[in-house]
């Protein structure tokens, strides 16, 4: 078990089938629907891990997360890339229109029964 140099709490260390190291939370192996998907860790036979390929998830596919999502001391990471791309194209989209109308305030709109 290693520590984490930001947090201090527990974090194990698994070899990746790419050769790396990656830094597992303990004892947490939610179900893998739940995780982003690039962020899904499952252990092979010979006891390294590797991303889970499936997707989507077999429904009771359960794996490991990294302790960088759990870290209390650490930003989270951005988890869905495609997310942030479009929040950042609509913030772009709202700055270019010209002068928009305040939204009506509810007591100002009509009643409609
Ligand atoms: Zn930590």
């Known amino acids: 078990m290693f520590t984490c140099p930001y947090c201090g709490l527990p974090q194990e260390r698994f070899a990746t089938l790419d050769a790396d190291w990656v ?3 303990p004892d947490m192996e939610p179900l893998a629907h739940t995780v982003p998907a ?3 860790w499952i252990t092979v036979a010979d006891g390294r891990v590797t991303v889970y390929g499936v ?10 997360i990294e302790h960088e999502l759990a870290c209390p001391s650490r930003a989270l990471p951005d988890l869905w890339p495609w997310l942030t791309s479009l929040r950042e194209e609509n913030r772009r989209a709202s700055e270019r229109r010209d002068g928009p109308e305040p939204p009506a305030s509810p007591a100002e ?3 409609t029964g």
């Open 55 to 64: 997707c989507p998830p077999v429904v009771e596919q359960r794996c490991r």
């Open 23 to 25: 830094m597992l939370e």
């Open 109 to 111: 709109l009509p009643a």
């Open 38 to 40: 690039e962020r899904r």
